[in-house]
């Protein structure tokens, strides 16, 4: 691996997909959450502050991806330490067992599991920022009440959608977030949030307990109870705050790894470097047709190895984890396909940002499917998450078995790369199972490849089910690796090139070999990576 190439070799661009900056960075998935980080930056916050104006900014202009209505996750490094949020949603108490299965849960209120985001945003920026609540909100506040352009990405995600939308009788989430007449908005066209406006300006002034304790939640616990949902005040009012858990540590290619603990996806993708690792960088050097199908085989591998030792969060040990201790690919590869998740399309937003005095925190948010359960809080303007839907319904030992106040699934992986003792890379990625998947191959198009950040983000990417199906931008692979593909057994799911499917990697990277940063944010997605 050489780091000087690596970082050298990095240019900004006009478009800020990839931005250069002295004193810090901020890289989302939309440019004014961007911008909102940037702006915590400048007035002397720390990463912690930028990272939750961020986050509370992409549930504005990103509600297909995130929102208060959904669930958040987070790796901070902050003076010196290294830790995870745990902010797992839980099913309501007045959960109904024998309720439909999972296509009726995932329209509509009654998928709604209690959101944490709100909980985990506040939890952060009261221990560990510099600024006032009240600071961190405002962008998010003027966003909601002045709009924003309406993307291509927005209205193209509208149009796929548009049927789910219809199919909520009371069309809450139509009114809120689509034209009248439940006609997608155009690309251009200004979108605002009065409501959500109001809302967001009431818990700047009483902090994020209002939402779970004042009128926020009365008004959700009346919404559900019209609609047949089954959050209620009291779901709201005794939501589990955030838990701090240690970082997952690994290793790769002599760089210390930090990445997210159960109930998230860091053990995969800690074990999908640890098999990585046994092979010479040069062999996966050229995207060859044997290489792409070695990856193929060992996220195969590593999905298989999830589904047959999920663990309980609570009682997790590193130190006993099969994937992360011991397991070989090839005890992996013998293992029958349990399928206890299936491949959903998942929506999810990431962010990456780091400061001057070497802090680092990455968020990964989400609602769950695209524009959540299409249901709206009625008078709030915030879409309801669908959590419900991933959650077991076969067997009650399992960790993420839906039950009252049960623990919703999560695959996220922020993750954090070292030099020594200090933060180098910090990257992370929506897409449900495929989130390892995609920061898998961004950090070995790095740490393998020696390609900047910005040429590992554009790089073709792959992902492999635990039966063998192979998603992948099939224009933008040698013609040789499909048909190499096909002939060692695997079924090809050819998708589109930058395809929305396989993941948006938002990442920063601090210079080892100079000075200042240098981030990136995803082609795939609307987002912009600036600093100060």
């Not at 221990?127 to 927005?154: M, N």
Request: charged residues 20%; negative net charge.
């Amino acid at each position: 691996m050489n780091v000087s190439a690596i970082e050298s070799r990095f240019r900004a661009t006009l478009d800020r997909k990839a931005g250069a900056a002295k004193d810090g960075m901020v890289a989302t998935a939309f440019p004014a959450a961007t911008k909102a980080g940037v702006e915590m930056l400048r007035r002397g916050g720390n990463a912690v502050d930028a990272a939750c104006a961020s986050a509370l900014a992409l549930g504005v202009c990103e509600p297909q991806a995130s929102g208060l209505g959904g669930e958040c996750k987070a790796l901070v490094h902050v003076d010196g330490k290294t830790f995870t949020v745990d902010g797992s949603s839980r099913a309501p108490a007045a959960i109904d067992l024998t309720a439909p299965g999972q296509d009726a849960l995932s329209v509509g209120y009654g998928g709604a599991s209690v959101p944490s985001t709100l909980a985990v945003l506040g939890h952060l920026q009261r221990r560990y920022g510099r600024l006032s609540w009240k600071e961190i909100l405002a962008p998010s506040v003027l966003i909601a009440r002045e709009g924003y352009a309406i993307t291509k990405l927005q209205h193209d995600l509208q149009v796929r959608e548009l049927a789910f939308f219809k199919q909520v009788p009371s069309l809450s989430g139509s009114r809120y977030f689509l034209k009248p007449g439940s006609t997608p908005y155009e690309p251009g066209e200004v979108f605002t949030q009065p409501e959500l406006a109001d809302l967001l300006g009431a818990i700047a002034e009483l902090g994020p307990e209002h939402f779970y304790t004042g009128e926020p939640a009365r008004r959700v616990d009346e919404d559900m109870r019209v609609n047949g949902g089954y959050l209620r005040y009291e779901d709201l009012a005794d939501i589990p705050w955030p838990v701090e858990r240690p970082a997952l540590v690994g290793e790769y290619r002599g760089r210390r790894i930090a990445t997210m603990p159960p109930s998230s996806g860091g053990r995969m993708l800690l074990f999908a470097l640890r098999a990585l690792q046994r092979l010479p960088s040069s062999l996966l050097y050229e995207r060859s047709p044997e290489s792409c199908e070695l990856l193929a085989e060992l996220f195969k591998a590593t999905l298989l190895a999830n589904e047959t030792s999920l663990p309980d969060p609570d009682t997790y040990s590193p130190g006993v984890d099969p994937m992360v201790n011991g397991l070989g690919v090839g005890e992996a590869l013998a293992m029958p396909p349990l399928s206890a998740y299936g491949e959903t399309p998942g929506e999810t937003t990431h962010l990456s940002v780091m400061d001057k005095d070497g802090n680092a925190v990455g968020i990964t948010q989400s609602i769950n499917l695209v524009y959540g359960g299409k249901a709206a809080a009625d008078g709030l303007g915030f879409l309801y998450n669908n959590y419900l839907i991933d959650m077991n319904r076969e067997d009650p030992g399992h960790p993420h078995y839906l039950k009252p106040k049960g623990r919703s699934c999560s695959f996220v992986a922020p993750t954090l790369v070292f030099d020594g003792d200090e933060p180098w890379i910090l990257t992370g990625s929506p897409g449900s199972l495929r989130i390892f998947t995609t920061v898998v191959q961004f950090l070995s198009n790095v740490m393998d490849r020696d390609m900047t950040i910005y040429e590992a983000m554009t790089e073709p990417r792959l992902h492999c089910t635990s039966t063998g199906l192979v998603s992948l931008e099939a224009e933008r692979f040698r013609p040789g690796v499909l048909a190499h593909l096909e002939r060692r057994g695997f079924e090809l799911d050819r998708r589109d090139s930058w395809t929305f499917y396989l993941g948006a990697v938002h990442a920063i990277l601090r210079s080892r070999s100079g000075h200042g940063f240098q981030g990136v944010a995803e082609i795939r997605r609307d987002g912009t990576a600036e600093g100060i």
